[in-house]
């Protein structure tokens, strides 16, 4: 079993199936994007092209964060938090998830990490340096 699943089985089981459902989902949408278990902030941490989604499990709930969070469209509004960039969407397990607009996310933050390089800022939690923006 690698790092990513033990982590996994420290969550409550309901969070663990939508932390599993999430992780599914992001494979699905980018293939080719790494995936790294980061322990201390109990996060399973993706990057393609730099830092891409962290996956986070609660005693509650679950998170995708978006490392371009701030960057995504959100017209329903489900994006939460104040940072420079991130931005996560929290996902009950007893609700349905939002499968459609996270995979709208998914695409936008992956194909803006494609066109701009790493996000700015990002690098450490993915065992790199910090990087900084793609001059044009």
């Known amino acids: 079993m690698g790092a990513v699943e033990q982590m996994i089985l ?11 459902a999430l992780r599914a989902l992001v494979r699905e949408m980018v293939p080719d994007a790494t995936e790294k278990a980061q322990p201390a902030w109990r996060t399973i941490n993706f990057d ?13 709930w679950a998170t995708i964060g ?8 959100d017209p329903e509004k489900r994006l939460q938090g ?4 991130m931005r996560n969407i929290r996902v ?10 996270l995979v709208r996310l998914i695409g936008e933050a992956a194909a803006l990490n494609e066109r701009e390089g790493p996000p700015p800022g990002v690098g450490r939690a993915w ?9 044009p």
Request: proline share 7%; hydrophobic share 35%; no cysteine.
């Open 10 to 20: 420290t969550f409550p089981s309901e969070v663990a199936a939508t932390v599993r």
């Open 66 to 73: 978006f490392m371009r969070g701030v960057e995504l469209a």
């Open 92 to 101: 009950d397990p007893a609700v349905p998830i939002p499968r459609a607009y």
């Open 48 to 60: 393609h092209h730099g830092g891409l989604i962290a996956l986070g499990g609660h005693a509650k």
């Open 127 to 135: 065992g790199g340096a910090r990087t900084s923006r793609k001059k």
């Open 82 to 85: 104040t940072g420079k960039t």
